[in-house]
């Protein structure tokens, strides 16, 4: 092993596994058999990742130019079988994955790509290259998702889903094509929202979505009528600032 490797205390390598120079794993790590950890990549506390993943590989962008990207990984995340991570490109610089996700088998990551805390993406979920996707958020099994979308926090994607516009945050999303199927009350009950808080989340997406008005006017209407509520700002700031369009 190339001595710029820094290992942490307790890190265990299986059988076959290659770790490439300038890597930093932390303490308490476990690699399975046969997975590769390319150069530039640094993963965190606790980790396990399973037999095959391939963490930080050169991007699959014609852009890229063999500049020097990194990929980063949390603290307690699980990468399952065959997930697929490349780094980034000259971009943003970087890939980044956060902490306490779970990743499951053939879950592929493109370049530039932040995912954030406690992120759960089902087998088989593919991200284009620079999507964002929020705290809590679930992919589920079989979902592709368009460069440069984002996905709100504690949002819920059905399986089998093409995302190609931004998910609001707190909503479930389903069918063929997506489309909004309510809010995402099982998650948010279990992330502690009280019943008066998904009760004002569910209002003001009655609003946004099923008013006979264009979002414009509606989104204006759910700030009048919600102007006090924090979840009202994240919802307005999150829709405010979309580039590809909400779905």
């Known amino acids: 092993m190339d001595s710029s490797v820094n290992l942490g205390e307790d890190v265990k390598i299986g059988a076959y596994s290659v770790v490439e ?13 046969h997975v590769t950890i390319s150069s530039n990549t640094k993963i965190g506390l606790d980790c396990q ?7 930080g590989a050169v991007p699959q962008d014609l852009k890229y130019d063999n500049e020097k990207t990194l990929a980063e990984i949390g603290d307690r995340t699980v990468i399952r079988e065959f997930v697929t991570i490349n780094k980034g490109t000259s971009a943003s610089g970087k890939t980044i994955i956060g902490s306490d996700c779970l990743l499951m ?6 370049h530039d790509c932040i995912i954030r805390d406690h992120v759960i993406m089902s087998n088989l979920a593919t991200l ?8 809590w958020a679930i992919l589920s099994g079989g979902v592709l998702v368009h460069q440069f979308c984002k996905i709100g926090a504690h949002s819920f994607v059905g399986a089998g889903g093409y995302i190609s516009q931004d998910v609001p945050p707190f909503i479930l999303v389903a069918g063929c094509p997506l489309e909004y199927s309510g809010i995402n009350s099982v998650g948010l009950k279990r992330r502690g929202f009280s019943n008066q808080e998904r009760q004002e989340i569910k209002n003001i997406y009655k609003i946004f979505f099923l008013s006979k008005n264009n979002r414009k006017k509606n989104l204006e209407k759910i700030k009048k009528e919600f102007s006090s509520s924090e979840n009202t700002k994240i919802i307005s700031d999150f829709i405010n600032t979309s580039e590809r369009g909400i779905i």
């Open 128 to 135: 284009g290259g620079h999507v964002t996707i929020n705290d």
């Open 21 to 33: 120079p300038n890597v930093i794993i932390g303490d308490r790590t476990v690699i399975g058999n």
């Open 105 to 110: 088998s053939y879950v592929h990551i493109a």
């Open 49 to 55: 990742i399973f037999h095959s993943a391939s963490i």
